[in-house]
Antibody, heavy 118, light 107 residues
Framework: EVQLVESGGGLVQPGGSLRLSCAAS????????MTWVRQAPGKGLDWVST????????YLADSVKGRFTISRDNSKNTLFLQMNSLRADDTAVYYC???????????WGQGTLLIVSS | AIHLTQSPSSLSASVGDTVTITCRAG??????LVWYQQKPGEAPKVLIH???SLESGVPSRFSGSGSGTDFTLTISSLQPEDSATYYC?????????FGGGTKVEIK
């Protein structure tokens, strides 16, 4: 069974940093691109970032460029999102998900909540 | 970026009704479109990929159609468990974009 389990969310002050992790199991992790999608409370889905299976290509939404970095450790089947210079509008549930060729997102993890507030 | 406009933003229908949700794109992106269902407190789930391919395990009352810039998700014979928010998403190019969502309520 494919499982994606996010961790690392919490309460952070504006300007702070946090790293999210996503532990993957049940599939050949290095064979798939992985992605982060967020959802602010009561709002829609907002793509954040995607990384290729071999980590040679990364893509970031304009809203997080220069602040967030996506990475992965294929030896540990783990996806990361390093978030710096956090702002109130980064407050959201962050979902880790697998990207199936040619590009649909499935499955998704259960999400981890990030709250940016003083 | 390819902007996706979903309509309506919400609807209310009765059990057994047929419901249609539209996703319109700012430009042509072939059929690189996915439909998701999201229930409160849950992660999204794929219903349709490639605009019209039903994901394994999804009831056949869900169907997708369209190409170019206009796509539709149809739910035939609406069931109580279909109460959810539905999103379209394009994977033709980065940035990946989602429609604003359509909340479906059962009368």
């Amino acid at each position: 069974e494919v499982q994606l389990v996010e961790s690392g969310g919490g309460l952070v002050q504006p300007g702070g940093s946090l790293r999210l992790s996503c532990a993957a199991s049940g599939f050949s992790f290095s064979s798939y691109a992985m992605t982060w999608v967020r959802q602010a409370p009561g709002k829609g889905l907002d793509w954040v970032s995607t990384i290729s299976g071999g980590a040679d290509s990364t893509y970031l939404a304009d809203s997080v460029k220069g602040r967030f970095t996506i990475s992965r450790d294929n030896s540990k089947n783990t996806l990361f999102l390093q978030m710096n210079s956090l702002r109130a509008d980064d407050t959201a549930v962050y979902y880790c998900a697998r990207v199936n060729f040619p590009g649909w997102i499935d499955p998704w993890g259960q999400g981890t909540l990030l709250i940016v507030s003083s | 970026a390819i902007h996706l406009t979903q309509s309506p933003s919400s609807l209310s229908a009765s059990v057994g009704d047929t419901v249609t949700i539209t996703c319109r794109a700012g430009r042509d992106f072939n059929r690189a479109l996915v439909w998701y269902q999201q229930k409160p407190g849950e992660a999204p789930k794929v219903l349709i990929h490639g605009a019209s391919s039903l994901e394994s395990g999804v009831p056949s009352r869900f169907s997708g159609s369209g190409s170019g810039t206009d796509f539709t998700l149809t739910i035939s014979s609406l069931q109580p468990e279909d109460s959810a928010t539905y999103y379209c998403q394009q994977f033709y190019s980065y940035p990946v974009t989602f429609g604003g969502g359509t909340k479906v309520e059962i009368k």
